[in-house]
T-cell receptor
Framework: GESVGLHLPTLSVQEGDNSIINCAYS??????FIWYKQESGKGPQFIID?????DKRQGQRVTVLLNKTVKHLSLQIAATQPGDSAVYFC???????????FGIGTKLQVIP | DTGVSQNPRHKITKRGQNVTFRCDPI?????LYWYRQTLGQGPEFLTY????????KSRLLSDRFSAERPKGSFSTLEIQRTEQGDSAMYLC???????????FGSGTRLTVV
């Protein structure tokens, strides 16, 4: 399949280790944030979201952290697996608006 | 209905030709979105429908682009007089009500030669 990860920042991790993917968002008015995973040849897939009234949210093997002071998001993946290899995008919006703005992706490579 | 379906998956066209893409959203989703993605970039918002009404359009959507959702079900995106700069992946997504956990389709890859 085609690559969506050309020339993207790349994070390489050993299988079983934890991964941390960082994102700086641009709009201080944004109050809703989403992480998407995009595998080669596929559309983005929703992973987890967080509202600005929270600073942490956990899902299955994933945790999102939000630091509004420095406009920073992170996605933590526990016990990274080969199936986690993909490009990860953070996205921001203002609740009630339709447009979601995607950031620059990070390519995660899991080393078996 | 297992997801958002887009057709065709790939389209190669000569500059100046018109192309049309189709998106079939998840049947119970009343909101439908079109995004464009170039290699190495995140998707960029193009337009949004709630049922059959087109409620928002990006300034990226020039007058050569038109999108429709005539019966509030499937949608089409047409590009007239294609240019090389139109080469990209065109992604469709749908959601029930205002829910940013969109379900995306696999996209239509357009190459203008």
């Amino acid at each position: 399949g085609e690559s969506v990860g050309l020339h993207l920042p790349t994070l390489s991790v050993q299988e079983g280790d934890n991964s941390i993917i960082n994102c700086a968002y641009s709009n201080s008015a944004s109050d809703y944030f989403i992480w998407y995973k995009q595998e080669s040849g596929k559309g983005p897939q929703f992973i987890i979201d967080i509202r600005s009234n929270m600073d942490k949210r956990q899902g299955q093997r994933v945790t999102v952290l939000l630091n509004k002071t420095v406009k920073h998001l992170s996605l933590q993946i526990a016990a990274t697996q080969p199936g986690d290899s993909a490009v990860y995008f953070c996205a921001e919006t203002i609740a009630g608006y339709q447009k979601v703005t995607f950031g620059i992706g990070t390519k995660l490579q899991v080393i078996p | 209905d297992t997801g958002v379906s887009q057709n065709p998956r790939h389209k190669i066209t000569k500059r100046g030709q018109n192309v049309t893409f189709r998106c079939d959203p998840i049947s119970e989703h009343n909101r439908l979105y079109w995004y464009r993605q170039t290699l190495g970039q995140g998707p960029e918002f193009l337009t949004y429908f709630q049922n059959e009404a087109q409620l928002e359009k990006s300034r990226l959507l020039s007058d050569r682009f038109s999108a429709e959702r005539p019966k509030g079900s499937f949608s089409t995106l047409e590009i007239q007089r294609t240019e090389q700069g139109d080469s990209a992946m065109y992604l469709c997504a749908s959601s029930p009500d205002l829910n940013y956990g969109y379900t995306f389709g696999s996209g239509t890859r357009l190459t203008v030669v």
